[in-house]
């Protein structure tokens, strides 16, 4: 990172707080601390924060809360959000990573884990903001309709049937590449270009990077089996978004 990146910790457990923040701390982090939800929310208004590391059990308003608050802002929608909570059950972690999450991770965790996620998201932020503005990459368009899904890009916010989308970064890039292209087959090296800031001409390389992503999008826009996918899969070619 060419300046020093600040992350925002969000825990009611204070020994947590003061653990992770001497961790951050020693590795060149600027780290603010909150101990509440609100608390938090209050200081993303005033002042820039990086990457976002929230615990989920939080009295009044917990990480779920949290992170659609944070999501509905457009400032703050691009943001990278990561759970680190004791909450390890299979059906809380789809559920964090349905709301749009960026990782989910479980106490106890080694350092070296969290120094390495949190390295990886903000590189891959950087990496991503610096992709939509290199030749060769689609423009953003500052608002698109396409069928049943209408995007505002600008302020990162998405709609399916006019109800709004929650979605992760990743996600949000996705699905403005296949509206950029609606109807026409958009190859997984353009994809993982665009979502993970990598450029590869291997298309089994790029087929198992974006796979995950797609899959987790198609949930999020209801994609499941009973009736046409709005995003479709061409055996050896890539995706296209159904315009219907």
Known sequence: MSS?????????????LNAVEMLLVGFGYRVVLCTSGSQALHQ??????????A?????????????????RQAQWATVPFIFITGRALD?????????????YLTKPI???DLLAVVEGKLRRH??????????????????????????????HRAWLDEQPLTLSV??????????????????ACTLVHATHGLTTSDTDEARELIRPLVRSLRQKLGDNGAGPALIETVRGLGYRLVDG
């Open 55 to 71: 615990d989920v059990a939080m009295p009044q308003m917990n990480g779920y809360q949290l992170l659609e608050a944070v999501r």
């Open 170 to 187: 990743k996600e949000f890039t996705l699905l403005e590449q296949l509206t950029a292209h609606v109807g026409v087959i958009v190859s």
């Open 91 to 103: 059906s809380d972690i789809r559920y964090g990573k349905a709301l749009g999450a960026d990782d």
């Open 44 to 53: 993303l208004e005033t002042e820039p924060i990086d990457l976002i590391l």
């Open 126 to 155: 950087a990496q991503l903001a610096q992709a939509t503005r290199q030749p060769g990459t689609t423009p953003l368009r500052q608002a698109v309709q396409a069928g049943r899904v209408r995007l505002d890009v600008r302020h």
């Open 110 to 112: 080694q350092p070296e």
């Open 4 to 16: 020093i990146a600040s992350i925002l910790v969000v825990d009611d457990q204070t020994d947590h």
